[in-house]
């Protein structure tokens, strides 16, 4: 089948497409209780004839399953949402409901997208006659890290798969040949004792004397780890008073780096400081990780394959209306990192990146944040490229991603992503010397000893 039919079918699935950005937009759901988002892809999947699979222990995940044999390609859907972004699709901060979750980094798109093409490839399957096999995974708890996705590795849902396809909106189109740092989230539980703060001070013991100098001694470790790694937290000391010593306080960490070696060495010299500041504080710390995911895994040859979808595929067109409101966003934004990213990314003409980026520029701008998608690369050829959704300069995990991720100038983005996952799924199943080469590279690059450690309970 020509691309150009493939992008006309997948035009001709645009206006479910757009119903399902804007349902989910609307619908925000954290990771955990995406209930009507997952049941909303559930049915539209089922209508188009897909065969629907329950994940045991997994109720907001799914596979969805149409024709038979091999290749066996899955593309990877998202949908939860982040706390505290709740943001109306406009160019000024201003929550739907103050405090309730918004979409700020796109999922709702992702999820729209990916659906979007699996259906779209079931039509290809049909008329040109195809053998394979296309599944969409409906994938909750991204945000989380250490569940979604992690967990679905580890109950082996992609033991059969040939390859998996994903993207992620951004305000960049280019391929990320390896992306994302690997992830580990610990938390330090310290126990004191408690007692009047100014009648009996000598009598308490302080938990949150023990955090405040476990992350002092953190902050000295930051100079002394690999220059990517990254290490972030947050605390609970209760709620008390100050004229209550505090008996219990915690901290969380999550700590990132290119290697999944890397952080459990950091963590060991994390877990040695918690230690020294129950010594000094007298108090009792109990360390527990509660999982991890890793980094994704590069296949040049995949990645090559995607490059030459997303150069090949129409870019999107703007109205003056869009362009206009993409402009206001990013009036809103910082403004060297809009110039940083005007530059970087050649955006001197428009708010918009309207270029595909080339080849390599994922080296000079590399995805330093982490997604449970890196553990699906440890099993099977994996890409995840980054499709322009966002006014240049917009960072993820903000009010003004989660306000563009409402607008037409989102979905035309999402629409986009879905013709570039239809095609690269075509051209596995009808290129069997590039599905090959894609294969090998794998299995020549594959780590023996990878384990999923996913959260359980």
């Known amino acids: 089948m020509d691309k150009k039919k493939i992008y006309d079918i997948v035009d001709s699935l645009n206006p479910g497409l757009e119903e399902a950005c804007r349902y989910i937009w609307q619908n925000p759901e954290l990771g955990g209780s995406e209930e009507k988002a997952s049941a909303y892809f559930r049915d539209m999947l089922g209508k188009a004839g897909f065969e629907i699979h329950e994940i045991d222990g997994m109720p907001n995940a799914f596979y969805a399953e149409y024709g038979s044999g091999k290749p066996v390609i899955a593309i990877l859907g998202e949908y939860d949402a982040l706390p505290g972004l709740s943001q109306k699709a406009e160019a000024a901060k201003c929550a739907v409901t103050e405090g309730a979750p918004g979409h700020g980094c796109g999922h709702n798109l992702l999820g729209s997208g990916a659906a979007t093409a699996a259906v779209a490839l079931k039509e290809v399957l049909d008329k040109d006659g195809l053998t394979g096999t296309i599944r969409f995974y409906g994938c909750p708890e991204e945000e989380l890290l250490i569940k979604g996705k992690v967990k679905m590795v580890y109950y082996h849902l992609f033991d059969d798969v040939d390859f998996a396809l994903t993207w992620h909106p951004m305000c960049h189109t280019l391929v990320w040949d390896g992306a994302a740092l690997a ?33 002092v001694g953190v902050n000295y470790l930051r100079e002394h780890v690999i220059d990517k790694a990254r290490i972030h937290y ?61 980094e994704i ?41 809009v110039a940083r990213d005007t530059a970087l990314f050649e955006a001197y003409d428009s708010p918009m990146m309207q270029k595909v980026g080339r080849r390599d520029l994922h080296l ?71 599905a090959t080469a894609i294969t090998k590279e794998f299995e020549a690059t594959k780590d023996p000893d990878y384990k999923p450690m996913p959260q359980l309970d």
């Open 297 to 337: 895994r590069a296949n040049h040859a995949l990645s090559d394959l995607v490059q030459e979808n997303l150069e090949a595929c129409p870019l999107p067109e703007y109205t003056a209306e869009e362009l206009e409101f993409a402009r206001a966003l990013q009036k809103e934004c910082n403004p060297a990192v």
């Open 234 to 294: 947050t605390t609970n000391s209760g709620g008390l008073p100050p004229n209550i010593v505090p008996p219990k306080a915690d901290s969380w960490y999550f700590v990132r780096a290119p290697h999944m070696s890397d952080i459990r060495e950091i963590i060991e010299r994390i877990k040695k400081i918690a230690e020294g500041a129950a010594l000094m504080t007298e108090t009792q710390v109990e360390s527990v990780i509660e999982g991890g995911c890793c």
């Open 183 to 215: 992830n580990m989230s610990a938390r330090f539980y310290f126990t004191g004792i408690s007692s009047h703060a100014g009648a009996a001070p000598e009598k308490g013991r302080s938990a949150l004397d023990a955090v405040e100098l476990m992350n």
């Open 364 to 434: 000079a701008a590399p995805l330093t944040a982490s997604t449970d998608g890196g553990d699906v690369s440890f099993v099977v050829p994996m890409h995840m490229f980054a499709v322009a959704c966002w006014p240049v300069g917009v960072a993820p995990h903000t009010w003004q991603a989660a306000a563009a991720n409402g607008t037409t100038l989102a979905e035309k983005g999402a629409l986009y992503a879905a013709k570039v996952l239809a095609c690269t799924a075509y051209d596995l199943l009808t290129k069997p010397d590039r």
